[in-house]
Protein backbone atom coordinates (compact mmCIF):
# COMPACT_ATOMS: atom_id res chain seq x y z
CA UNK A 1 0.00 0.00 0.00
CA UNK A 2 1.50 3.25 -0.92
CA UNK A 3 1.78 5.73 2.27
CA UNK A 4 -0.51 8.55 2.33
CA UNK A 5 0.68 11.50 1.58
CA UNK A 6 1.09 13.61 4.77
CA UNK A 7 -1.81 16.47 5.35
CA UNK A 8 -0.45 20.15 4.77
CA UNK A 9 -1.57 22.91 6.73
CA UNK A 10 -4.03 25.22 4.98
CA UNK A 11 -1.27 28.07 5.63
CA UNK A 12 1.38 26.20 3.56
CA UNK A 13 -0.68 24.97 0.61
CA UNK A 14 -1.70 28.27 0.22
CA UNK A 15 1.82 29.47 0.30
CA UNK A 16 3.07 26.59 -2.02
CA UNK A 17 0.17 27.27 -4.48
CA UNK A 18 0.80 31.04 -4.90
CA UNK A 19 4.02 30.20 -5.83
CA UNK A 20 3.04 27.87 -8.33
CA UNK A 21 0.48 30.48 -10.24
CA UNK A 22 2.02 33.33 -12.41
CA UNK A 23 1.34 37.02 -12.03
CA UNK A 24 0.76 39.49 -9.27
CA UNK A 25 -2.38 38.19 -8.34
CA UNK A 26 -1.22 34.54 -7.56
CA UNK A 27 -1.54 34.82 -3.73
CA UNK A 28 -5.30 36.49 -4.00
CA UNK A 29 -6.13 33.80 -6.60
CA UNK A 30 -4.73 30.79 -4.79
CA UNK A 31 -6.48 32.13 -1.57
CA UNK A 32 -10.15 32.45 -3.58
CA UNK A 33 -9.80 29.24 -5.14
CA UNK A 34 -8.52 27.72 -1.66
CA UNK A 35 -11.74 29.36 0.02
CA UNK A 36 -14.21 28.12 -2.60
CA UNK A 37 -12.75 24.42 -1.97
CA UNK A 38 -13.10 24.88 1.60
CA UNK A 39 -16.97 26.94 1.28
CA UNK A 40 -15.56 29.63 3.77
CA UNK A 41 -14.48 33.03 3.91
CA UNK A 42 -11.65 35.29 4.59
CA UNK A 43 -12.06 35.72 7.79
CA UNK A 44 -12.32 32.04 8.76
CA UNK A 45 -8.68 31.19 7.04
CA UNK A 46 -7.18 33.92 8.86
CA UNK A 47 -8.23 32.15 12.37
CA UNK A 48 -7.55 28.83 10.83
CA UNK A 49 -4.47 28.79 8.84
CA UNK A 50 -2.94 26.38 10.70
CA UNK A 51 -6.05 23.52 10.13
CA UNK A 52 -5.50 20.50 8.00
CA UNK A 53 -6.37 20.53 4.47
CA UNK A 54 -8.60 17.40 4.07
CA UNK A 55 -7.78 15.35 1.23
CA UNK A 56 -10.44 15.89 -0.93
CA UNK A 57 -10.44 19.45 -0.32
CA UNK A 58 -6.54 18.88 -1.49
CA UNK A 59 -7.18 16.86 -4.25
CA UNK A 60 -10.18 19.72 -5.79
CA UNK A 61 -7.44 22.68 -4.85
CA UNK A 62 -5.10 20.61 -6.69
CA UNK A 63 -7.69 20.32 -9.83
CA UNK A 64 -8.08 24.19 -9.98
CA UNK A 65 -5.15 24.96 -9.64
CA UNK A 66 -4.14 23.13 -12.13
CA UNK A 67 -6.87 24.70 -14.81
CA UNK A 68 -5.66 28.36 -13.62
CA UNK A 69 -2.35 27.28 -14.71
CA UNK A 70 -3.21 26.62 -17.96
CA UNK A 71 -5.11 29.97 -18.53
CA UNK A 72 -8.84 29.12 -17.38
CA UNK A 73 -10.13 32.49 -16.14
CA UNK A 74 -10.83 32.49 -12.35
CA UNK A 75 -14.30 33.59 -12.86
CA UNK A 76 -15.14 30.60 -14.21
CA UNK A 77 -13.12 28.48 -11.86
CA UNK A 78 -15.14 30.25 -9.19
CA UNK A 79 -18.43 30.05 -11.09
CA UNK A 80 -18.63 34.00 -9.61
CA UNK A 81 -17.76 37.03 -10.63
CA UNK A 82 -18.70 40.78 -8.56
CA UNK A 83 -20.29 43.40 -11.15
CA UNK A 84 -22.23 46.71 -9.75
CA UNK A 85 -23.05 45.59 -6.61
CA UNK A 86 -24.55 42.34 -7.56
CA UNK A 87 -22.58 38.85 -7.02
CA UNK A 88 -22.88 36.99 -10.36
CA UNK A 89 -23.13 33.59 -11.56
CA UNK A 90 -21.00 33.06 -14.70
CA UNK A 91 -19.91 30.33 -16.59
CA UNK A 92 -18.46 29.31 -20.23
CA UNK A 93 -21.90 30.31 -21.63
CA UNK A 94 -21.32 33.86 -20.54
CA UNK A 95 -18.83 36.94 -20.68
CA UNK A 96 -17.27 37.66 -17.63
CA UNK A 97 -18.46 40.84 -16.62
CA UNK A 98 -15.93 43.50 -16.93
CA UNK A 99 -15.29 47.11 -14.78
CA UNK A 100 -15.53 49.03 -17.75
CA UNK A 101 -19.22 47.99 -17.85
CA UNK A 102 -20.40 49.23 -14.66
CA UNK A 103 -19.62 52.86 -16.67
CA UNK A 104 -22.09 51.78 -18.90
CA UNK A 105 -24.38 51.80 -16.11
CA UNK A 106 -23.50 54.65 -14.54
CA UNK A 107 -24.28 56.66 -17.79
CA UNK A 108 -27.81 54.99 -18.22
CA UNK A 109 -28.53 55.62 -14.74
CA UNK A 110 -28.12 59.28 -15.38
CA UNK A 111 -30.39 59.10 -17.84
CA UNK A 112 -32.82 57.27 -16.15
CA UNK A 113 -35.15 59.41 -13.13
CA UNK A 114 -35.45 57.10 -10.16
CA UNK A 115 -39.28 58.33 -9.68
CA UNK A 116 -40.47 56.88 -13.21
CA UNK A 117 -41.62 53.61 -14.52
CA UNK A 118 -39.22 53.82 -17.50
CA UNK A 119 -38.68 51.15 -19.52
CA UNK A 120 -35.01 49.98 -20.89
CA UNK A 121 -33.35 47.24 -23.01
CA UNK A 122 -30.49 45.09 -22.61
CA UNK A 123 -29.12 43.90 -25.64
CA UNK A 124 -27.26 40.68 -25.57
CA UNK A 125 -27.33 40.42 -21.80
CA UNK A 126 -24.83 37.12 -21.27
CA UNK A 127 -24.62 36.66 -17.67
CA UNK A 128 -27.42 39.56 -16.63
CA UNK A 129 -24.83 42.23 -15.56
CA UNK A 130 -26.21 45.29 -17.03
CA UNK A 131 -29.92 44.77 -16.99
CA UNK A 132 -29.55 43.64 -13.03
CA UNK A 133 -27.54 46.36 -12.15
CA UNK A 134 -30.06 48.86 -13.44
CA UNK A 135 -32.75 46.96 -12.33
CA UNK A 136 -31.35 46.95 -8.57
CA UNK A 137 -30.80 50.84 -8.97
CA UNK A 138 -34.22 51.80 -10.83
CA UNK A 139 -37.07 49.15 -8.82
CA UNK A 140 -39.61 51.28 -10.86
CA UNK A 141 -38.29 50.57 -13.54
CA UNK A 142 -39.52 47.49 -16.61
CA UNK A 143 -36.04 45.91 -17.79
CA UNK A 144 -36.03 43.36 -20.94
CA UNK A 145 -32.92 41.53 -21.30
CA UNK A 146 -32.99 39.44 -24.48
CA UNK A 147 -29.94 37.02 -25.50
CA UNK A 148 -29.79 34.80 -28.47
CA UNK A 149 -27.92 31.99 -25.95
CA UNK A 150 -30.48 30.36 -24.29
CA UNK A 151 -27.95 28.79 -21.94
CA UNK A 152 -26.85 32.56 -21.21
CA UNK A 153 -30.55 33.68 -20.39
CA UNK A 154 -30.55 30.54 -18.38
CA UNK A 155 -27.45 31.84 -16.36
CA UNK A 156 -28.99 35.36 -16.27
CA UNK A 157 -32.53 34.34 -14.79
CA UNK A 158 -30.16 32.23 -12.17
CA UNK A 159 -28.74 36.04 -10.70
CA UNK A 160 -31.91 37.84 -11.07
CA UNK A 161 -33.71 34.99 -8.73
CA UNK A 162 -30.34 34.68 -6.63
CA UNK A 163 -30.08 38.99 -6.28
CA UNK A 164 -34.02 38.69 -5.95
CA UNK A 165 -34.32 41.19 -9.18
CA UNK A 166 -38.19 41.23 -10.24
CA UNK A 167 -38.42 43.57 -12.58
CA UNK A 168 -36.54 42.34 -15.85
CA UNK A 169 -38.11 39.93 -18.15
CA UNK A 170 -35.89 37.81 -20.31
CA UNK A 171 -36.36 37.21 -23.94
CA UNK A 172 -34.74 34.68 -26.11
CA UNK A 173 -33.26 35.97 -29.87
CA UNK A 174 -30.76 38.52 -31.70
CA UNK A 175 -30.39 42.01 -30.36
CA UNK A 176 -33.74 43.69 -30.95
CA UNK A 177 -35.87 40.82 -32.72
CA UNK A 178 -37.26 39.32 -29.88
CA UNK A 179 -38.82 43.22 -28.80
CA UNK A 180 -41.08 43.99 -32.40
CA UNK A 181 -43.89 46.50 -31.24
CA UNK A 182 -42.08 47.56 -28.45
CA UNK A 183 -40.68 50.79 -27.65
CA UNK A 184 -37.98 51.56 -24.67
CA UNK A 185 -36.63 54.61 -23.00
CA UNK A 186 -33.50 53.60 -23.43
CA UNK A 187 -31.29 50.35 -24.78
CA UNK A 188 -27.99 49.77 -23.77
CA UNK A 189 -25.66 47.28 -24.70
CA UNK A 190 -22.20 45.53 -24.32
CA UNK A 191 -22.02 43.80 -27.61
CA UNK A 192 -18.97 41.54 -28.91
CA UNK A 193 -16.96 44.19 -30.95
CA UNK A 194 -13.55 42.59 -31.44
CA UNK A 195 -12.26 42.33 -34.79
CA UNK A 196 -12.25 38.67 -35.96
CA UNK A 197 -9.04 38.81 -36.57
CA UNK A 198 -7.27 40.32 -33.44
CA UNK A 199 -4.74 38.70 -31.93
CA UNK A 200 -5.75 39.64 -28.57
CA UNK A 201 -8.61 36.76 -28.83
CA UNK A 202 -5.94 34.22 -28.54
CA UNK A 203 -4.42 35.40 -25.52
CA UNK A 204 -5.60 35.77 -21.71
CA UNK A 205 -9.56 35.25 -20.43
CA UNK A 206 -10.79 35.45 -24.01
CA UNK A 207 -9.60 32.49 -25.09
CA UNK A 208 -12.12 30.73 -22.67
CA UNK A 209 -15.01 33.34 -23.70
CA UNK A 210 -17.74 32.51 -26.13
CA UNK A 211 -16.67 33.68 -28.98
CA UNK A 212 -19.94 35.00 -30.02
CA UNK A 213 -19.84 37.44 -27.18
CA UNK A 214 -16.44 38.27 -28.21
CA UNK A 215 -15.76 39.38 -31.90
CA UNK A 216 -18.07 40.60 -34.91
CA UNK A 217 -16.92 40.56 -38.48
CA UNK A 218 -13.96 41.61 -39.82
CA UNK A 219 -13.49 45.32 -38.10
CA UNK A 220 -15.63 44.15 -35.17
CA UNK A 221 -18.68 46.29 -35.88
CA UNK A 222 -21.10 43.94 -37.18
CA UNK A 223 -22.95 44.17 -33.83
CA UNK A 224 -23.22 47.60 -33.72
CA UNK A 225 -24.29 48.13 -37.26
CA UNK A 226 -27.62 45.77 -36.68
CA UNK A 227 -27.89 47.83 -33.40
CA UNK A 228 -27.80 51.16 -34.62
CA UNK A 229 -29.95 50.55 -37.60
CA UNK A 230 -33.07 48.63 -35.38
CA UNK A 231 -32.94 50.53 -32.30
CA UNK A 232 -34.55 53.87 -33.65
CA UNK A 233 -37.99 51.94 -33.61
CA UNK A 234 -37.48 50.21 -30.37
CA UNK A 235 -37.03 53.65 -28.61
CA UNK A 236 -39.50 56.52 -27.54
CA UNK A 237 -38.86 60.09 -29.17
CA UNK A 238 -35.86 61.49 -26.93
CA UNK A 239 -35.24 57.87 -25.99
CA UNK A 240 -31.52 56.72 -25.54
CA UNK A 241 -28.75 54.45 -27.24
CA UNK A 242 -26.03 53.45 -25.60
CA UNK A 243 -23.11 51.11 -26.63
CA UNK A 244 -20.13 50.08 -25.16
CA UNK A 245 -17.15 49.58 -27.67
CA UNK A 246 -13.48 49.39 -27.79
CA UNK A 247 -11.15 52.23 -27.36
CA UNK A 248 -10.55 52.82 -31.01
CA UNK A 249 -13.81 52.72 -32.02
CA UNK A 250 -15.38 55.94 -30.64
CA UNK A 251 -15.28 57.63 -34.02
CA UNK A 252 -16.52 55.06 -35.99
CA UNK A 253 -19.41 54.43 -33.40
CA UNK A 254 -20.41 57.77 -33.89
CA UNK A 255 -20.51 58.19 -37.41
CA UNK A 256 -22.90 54.82 -37.70
CA UNK A 257 -25.30 56.92 -34.76
CA UNK A 258 -25.49 60.17 -37.07
CA UNK A 259 -26.08 58.57 -40.69
CA UNK A 260 -29.23 56.77 -38.31
CA UNK A 261 -30.38 60.06 -37.27
CA UNK A 262 -29.61 60.01 -33.81
CA UNK A 263 -28.62 62.97 -32.10
CA UNK A 264 -26.55 64.52 -29.08
CA UNK A 265 -24.17 61.70 -29.92
CA UNK A 266 -21.14 61.92 -27.94
CA UNK A 267 -18.41 59.11 -26.68
CA UNK A 268 -17.78 58.66 -23.21
CA UNK A 269 -14.29 57.22 -21.40
CA UNK A 270 -13.98 54.53 -19.06
CA UNK A 271 -11.26 55.09 -15.86
CA UNK A 272 -8.40 54.51 -17.86
CA UNK A 273 -9.63 57.13 -19.74
CA UNK A 274 -10.14 55.34 -23.12
CA UNK A 275 -13.28 55.94 -25.37
CA UNK A 276 -15.73 53.03 -23.86
CA UNK A 277 -19.38 53.93 -24.47
CA UNK A 278 -20.87 56.13 -27.28
CA UNK A 279 -24.30 57.38 -26.70
CA UNK A 280 -27.24 59.20 -28.95
CA UNK A 281 -30.90 59.72 -28.82
CA UNK A 282 -33.70 59.71 -31.07
CA UNK A 283 -35.47 63.41 -31.92
CA UNK A 284 -38.74 64.35 -29.82
CA UNK A 285 -40.41 64.25 -33.14
CA UNK A 286 -39.22 61.54 -35.13
CA UNK A 287 -42.67 59.97 -35.15
CA UNK A 288 -42.02 58.71 -38.92
CA UNK A 289 -41.61 55.25 -38.07
CA UNK A 290 -43.87 54.83 -35.92
N1 LIG B 1 -23.95 42.31 -21.34
C1 LIG B 1 -23.02 41.37 -20.83
C2 LIG B 1 -21.88 42.08 -20.10
O1 LIG B 1 -21.72 43.25 -20.24
C3 LIG B 1 -22.47 40.46 -21.94
C4 LIG B 1 -21.75 41.20 -23.01
C5 LIG B 1 -21.24 40.29 -24.11
O2 LIG B 1 -21.37 39.07 -24.03
N2 LIG B 1 -20.66 40.89 -25.11
O3 LIG B 1 -21.15 41.48 -19.37
Redesign the pocket.
Known amino acids: MPAEPPLSRLDQALRVAAGRLPGPDARHEAEHLLLHVLGRDRAWLFAHGDDALPAESAAAFEDLLARRMVGEPLAYLLGRRG?WTLDLQVSPA?????PE?ER?VELALARLPPDHALRVA?L????????LAIASERPLAQLVATDISAE?LGVAGANAQANGIANVAFRHGSWLAPLAGERFDLIA?????IAEDDPHLAQGDLRFE?PS??SSGTDGLDAVRAIVLAAPDHLVPGGWLLL?HGWDQGAPVRALLMARGFIDVATETDLEHRDRVTLGRVTEAQDASR
Do not use: K, Q, V
Open positions: FTLIPRTLDGTGSGAIAASNPPYPALE
